[in-house]
């Protein structure tokens, strides 16, 4: 994670055009063979970054009370992961979300970053389809993995938080407030609320 860290310090600060996978590894103290170890391109440096922030949202979902609707559930996820208030649980202090933002609208604006955010946003969506899965049948669910009902629920629920997080990026809101990530996020879930959830 160290190196994601400096490859976002990098980024936000010199944009990615004037940022070299050299630099990101002399940032983080490694060799650069050190990084090529782990990554084929700086691009990719960002990914654990991206893959944090899904991670976080799927155990939000899992660990969303149980008496919770999976609306509810998705709901309950999107205010404690979206939060920019590092005093909530899975909260984000304010300058991290600035750190997101310009993530994010680089990841938009660059084909080799969005390759890296959309992978990132398709496996993030196999983990969900697994959570819902497990909240659905109580158990750690499906040896044979989440149904195609479990996969187009997760699929639908991610993007309705994905698009939230790239409109608010693209735009100059801050992270509190009616336009903030939480707030867009809880809008378009609201909207999805008559969709077929439970599988």
């Not at 010199?14 to 691009?43: M, N, V, W």
């Not at 933002?101 to 680089?106: D, P």
């Not at 959570?131 to 750690?140: K, Q, T, Y």
Request: glycine content about 8%.
């Amino acid at each position: 994670m160290e190196i994601a860290r400096a490859a976002a310090g990098l980024f936000v600060r010199h944009g990615l055009r004037g940022t070299r996978a050299e630099d990101i590894a002399q940032a983080a103290g490694i060799a650069p063979r050190t990084f090529y170890r782990y990554f084929a391109s700086k691009e990719e440096a960002v990914a654990p970054l991206y893959a944090a922030g899904a991670q976080r949202w799927a155990d939000a979902v899992r660990e969303a009370p149980a008496g919770l609707s999976v609306p509810e559930a998705l709901e309950h996820a999107a205010r404690v992961t979206l939060s920019p208030d590092p005093g909530v649980p899975g909260g984000v202090s304010a300058a991290s979300w600035e750190w997101v933002r310009t993530l994010i609208r680089l990841a938009i604006t660059s084909p080799a970053l969005r390759k890296v955010w959309a992978e990132v946003c398709q496996e993030a969506e196999g983990t969900l389809a697994q959570v819902l899965a497990e909240r659905a049948s109580g158990d750690a669910a499906a040896a044979h993995g989440p149904s195609p009902d479990f996969r187009f629920a997760a699929a639908v629920a991610s993007a309705a938080v994905r698009v939230a997080m790239e409109t608010w990026a693209e735009g100059t809101a801050a992270a509190t407030g009616a336009q903030g990530p939480a707030a867009l996020a809880m809008r378009n879930l609201a909207a999805l609320r008559d969709f077929r959830w439970d599988g």
